[in-house]
């Protein structure tokens, strides 16, 4: 089984390319996602502790949460010590019922790949990217995005020329929805040794 490691810097088309290898019946591990079900669930005594304001109605309240790091940027770390270890445990599980299953070839969404190490384990890695006005645009449009909050999450993330170079596969979602479908499909058949399809 051929574990693709998928990532791409905010606003880059990430979720949407996760989407079109949905669409081709290839089974998507979401970090983010993940990450969302256990802020509702096993994540919420540990985040509690550490973040108590970040807690209303019994889960984790993500805006709230969001408000916490602005003040506290060095609250990201202990975060990312408590909800990092669930995340992988999550995905350990999807990994080994995609193997119990016969899957071919699987994709992990995250984020923060190379930024957190897991690049280390994936067998490819495919990086999204769109031109840097193109991506400002998009993020901006976001409700609830400023500039300063969009500062704050491109500080965090590795400067997308560095990620490309770093990528075995790129996909370019600057000409719109069909050509990144193409871009896609063109990845899959040649991790699936599809016959004709080549780089």
Not at 34 to 39: A, I, R
Not at 71 to 81: Q, T
Not at 104 to 125: N, Q
Request: some cysteine.
């Amino acid at each position: 089984m051929i574990v693709l490691g998928l990532t791409g810097s905010i606003g880059t088309g990430k979720s949407t390319t996760a989407g079109m290898f949905r669409e081709l019946g290839v089974p998507v591990h979401d970090a983010d996602a993940t990450v969302h079900t256990l802020y509702q669930g096993e994540a919420v005594g540990p985040v509690g502790a550490a973040f108590p304001a970040a807690i209303k109605g019994g889960i984790v309240d993500r805006k709230a949460l969001a408000a916490e790091l602005a003040a506290r940027p060095a609250g990201f770390s202990r975060l990312e010590a408590i909800v990092h270890p669930l995340v992988r445990q999550k995905e350990a599980d999807f990994l080994w019922r995609q193997r119990a299953a016969g899957s071919s070839l699987v994709v992990l969404d995250i984020p923060l790949l190379f930024e957190t190490g897991a690049d280390e384990r994936v067998d490819k890695v495919l990086v999204v990217t769109c031109e840097p006005e193109l991506q400002r645009q998009r993020v901006l449009a976001r409700p609830g995005m400023t500039e300063e909050k969009f500062a704050m999450l491109m500080a965090r993330q590795m400067p997308d020329a560095e990620k490309r170079q770093r990528a075995d596969f790129v996909v370019k979602s600057d000409n719109g929805l069909e050509d990144a479908r193409k871009q896609v499909k063109l990845i899959v058949d040649i991790l699936k040794g599809k016959s004709g399809a080549h780089a």
